[in-house]
């Protein structure tokens, strides 16, 4: 908590606002590989939120105060998957594509090149809110060794089964139902139609 507010003071002080609209940034990297803009680190329970008017990384609020997660802390770094938008006339959320990046922690404001390797499809409040699992393209910061739906379903149930878990009890306010999950092949092209390629 206390880093947080030291960051966020920084920033406050320091006109640390960005030049670069995260959100409006590459769906790819030069490389060819989607990327993802990483909001909340790996094993932090703190919510924070990338502020498109600001254009800076600050803990999101709710009624006032601070969100923290009364629960595991986030299993995977969390953010999403710029130049797209789940929009809400057609059920979306009216937010760009939500991504966990199973991998050591990343900081928040980090661009990593990602490889989608499937996709829990959520429902929130009525809403589509569905979660793209990537593994970072650089194999030097993956913690697990699958690179498709198949692989990962056979190697790792129990990431897996924790990731629904955690979606389910992470937020007591939230009334979340979990659909089913999509392979890499319909993440990908979930990835496609939310930036309007399809």
Not at 82 to 100: I, Q, R
């Amino acid at each position: 908590m206390r880093y947080f507010l030291t960051v966020l003071l920084l920033c406050l002080f320091s006109s640390c606002k960005s030049k670069v609209d995260y959100l409006k940034s590459e769906l790819r990297s030069e490389n060819g590989y989607f990327q993802a803009v990483i909001e909340i680190p790996a094993g932090t329970n703190s919510k924070i939120e990338y502020d498109k008017v600001d254009r800076i990384f600050k803990p999101s609020l709710r009624d006032g105060k601070e969100r923290t997660i009364d629960f595991l802390a986030y299993p995977a770094n969390y953010g999403f998957i710029p130049s797209t938008f789940s929009n809400p006339e057609k059920g979306g959320d009216g937010d760009a594509l939500d991504v966990m990046v199973l991998s050591s922690t990343i900081p928040s404001g980090k661009i990593v090149e990602i490889i989608p390797i499937g996709m829990i499809k959520l429902m929130d409040a009525g809403e589509q809110d569905f979660k793209v699992i990537a593994i970072p393209a650089d194999k030097g910061l993956r913690t697990i060794s699958a690179e498709n739906f198949k692989d990962f379903v056979k190697k790792y149930e129990p990431a897996k089964n924790i990731l629904e878990s955690w979606f389910l009890n992470y937020d007591p306010a939230d009334d979340t139902k979990i659909q089913g999950w999509a392979d890499e092949k319909e993440t990908e092209q979930e990835i496609l139609r939310l930036h309007g390629e399809l």
